[in-house]
């Protein structure tokens, strides 16, 4: 099993190239699972086509990057919280090479997955994850947050439990609020936190083996 944590949806920048080279093929099949919306700005199928319909941002930013190593937009499909059902769900995470979750709201994506019932399908994919943001801290067993506009106090969440044994820091930047998050996890967990500096690092781990790409680092 790969897992790559990301800190956002470029995924063409040198320090992550080589290895995504490696990993990914034009032969592959990715399934986004789009469940990471916050709720004040999508409440309608209306709405999600805007936030991740093929004219959007989103769209555009997570279907480039994977363009760039020859997979093909025809091969990337998203998971769509208005009018998929948990069946046709199901069936688009089971015939994926790759399983992708973006950025957003952990918590929220963790409650659509779990009302969608698709947790145990998505641990038993034996292939590649990728997440950036949200969507790799919920590759993880238990996550924190650092207080942000999104969530104003520091909290722990639960995840999929991909990998276990370590916490992360998405988008760091030093700020005060980080290091003091950072400092509480390492002493309430007792486990090592690993940090993505904004636009600049990443985090992969393979059949257990953890390496640090570009200017990530362990705290």
């Known amino acids: 099993m790969i897992c790559l944590f990301l800190e956002g949806y470029n995924i063409r920048a040198p320090y992550l190239s080589g290895e995504l080279k490696r990993i990914l093929k034009p032969e592959m099949s990715v399934c986004v699972i789009a469940f990471s919306f916050r709720e004040n700005a999508v409440r309608s199928a209306r709405e999600w086509e805007r936030f991740y319909g093929k004219d959007s941002k989103n769209y555009k930013g997570i279907t480039s990057g994977l363009c760039a190593y020859g997979i093909s937009s025809e091969r990337i499909s998203f998971l769509n919280y208005f009018t998929d059902t948990k069946t046709s769900a199901m069936e688009k995470i089971k015939t994926a090479d790759v399983l992708y979750f973006p950025g957003g709201l952990p918590d929220k994506m963790m409650e659509r997955i779990r009302e969608f019932e698709l947790e145990s399908v998505i641990c038993a994919h034996t292939g590649i994850f990728m ?77 257990g083996k953890i390496s640090l790409l570009g200017k990530a680092r362990e705290c």
């Not at 947050?145 to 916490?167: E, R, T």
């Not at 030093?174 to 400092?183: F, L, M, S, T």
């Open 131 to 207: 997440g950036y943001s949200a969507g790799a801290l919920i590759l993880l067993s238990e996550y924190h947050l650092s207080p942000d506009h999104d969530y104003p106090a520091f909290q722990y969440g639960k995840g999929l439990g991909l990998v276990d044994g370590f916490f992360l820091e998405v988008h760091d930047t030093g700020a005060p609020e980080q290091i003091a998050a950072i400092q509480k996890v390492k002493t309430e967990r007792e486990k090592s936190v690993y940090t993505l500096p904004l636009m600049k690092g990443a985090l992969l781990v393979e059949d």
